[in-house]
């Protein structure tokens, strides 16, 4: 079932207006089934992952998780965003899709409101629940990959994971 922009769940908030969904999938680890299930069902759409913006730094790449590669990281995490919201202000549905709890979220946030494109944040989890705001959370104990992309995309037209505008 392919849903286009308009009369489907879309994040931009109707008329085939764009939006950006950051979806943290620890479990994923950059392979997300939920996040191209999602890709699927949101039409026009883009898959972008963070990790993919820390590996095209060729010379000087440090491991993200050393405290000395903080600098690296946000520089990353400004492209993934920009990237993210230069797609949804011409009429994209993009998925980010990151393995780890977005410790920036700002930066996103800094994004939608310089753009005016819709922000939506959504924690899949299962087990004990993630330091985050528990209505960003998805609890996906249980679930398929089918069923958890069900539920975000339910809960994208009630604007459940709105995270700004």
Excluded: C
Aim: charged fraction near 15%; aromatic fraction near 4%; glycine fraction near 10%.
């Amino acid at each position: 079932m392919n849903r286009t922009t308009v009369g489907g769940p879309e994040l931009g908030g109707g008329r085939g207006a764009g939006g950006v969904l950051v979806l943290v999938d620890p479990s994923g680890a950059g392979n997300s089934p939920v996040a191209e299930l999602l890709t699927q069902e949101l039409n026009p759409s883009v898959h972008l992952r963070t990790d993919d913006f820390q590996r095209v730094i060729r010379s000087g790449r440090l491991p993200a998780h050393l405290p000395e590669a903080g600098h690296q990281n946000a520089t990353a995490l400004a492209a993934a965003a920009q990237a993210a919201f230069a797609y949804a202000t011409r009429g994209y549905q993009v998925v980010v899709e990151s393995p780890a709890a977005l410790t920036a979220s700002e930066t996103f946030r800094r994004e939608s409101r310089a753009t005016g494109a819709a922000l939506h944040y959504v924690v899949l989890h299962s087990g004990p629940a993630p330091a985050v705001d528990p209505a960003h959370i998805l609890d996906t104990t249980g679930l398929t990959p089918e069923t958890a992309a069900k539920s975000v995309l339910s809960a994208l037209t009630r604007r459940t994971h709105l995270l700004g505008w």
